[in-house]
């Protein structure tokens, strides 16, 4: 089985499958960096499994994101979409990961 990391777009899906001599994975992330494409088309080009990750995940951030909120008095940045980087920053990831280039090591 092969899992290639987000392939960003229909050519080059079909090129991996092309290429590759193996059941092949495919990961889709709501607003991530590969297309959405038919499921039926996939499984032509030799996808043996699918995932959709971000939808539950989704469906369980649309429910709570709103429900804090409204503990705090505040309107919901996104309610009932996933939206990876709002999700992410949600816990600060921006802030994080700010913090990881200013002290990193790399490049000196």
């Known amino acids: 089985m092969l899992f290639v990391e987000a392939p960003q777009s229909v050519p080059e899906i079909e090129r991996i499958a092309a290429e590759v001599k193996a059941p092949l994975l495919l990961n889709i992330v709501p607003g991530g960096l590969t297309p959405v494409v038919d499921h039926a088309r996939l499984a032509e080009l030799?996808?043996?499994?699918?995932?959709?990750?971000?939808?539950?995940?989704?469906?369980?951030?649309?429910?709570?994101?709103?429900?804090?909120?409204?503990?705090?008095?505040?309107?919901?940045?996104?309610?009932?979409?996933?939206?990876?980087?709002?999700?992410?920053?949600?816990?600060?990831?921006?802030?994080?990961?700010a913090l990881g280039q200013r002290y990193s090591r790399e490049g000196e």
């Not at 469906?59 to 994101?65: P, Q």
């Not at 709103?66 to 996933?82: E, S």
Request: charged share 15%; no cysteine.
């Open 46 to 97: 030799g996808y043996r499994i699918v995932i959709h990750p971000g939808v539950g995940l989704g469906a369980v951030v649309g429910a709570l994101v709103p429900a804090y909120q409204a503990l705090r008095g505040r309107t919901p940045a996104f309610a009932g979409t996933f939206e990876p980087k709002e999700f992410f920053d949600l816990f600060g990831l921006s802030e994080w990961n």
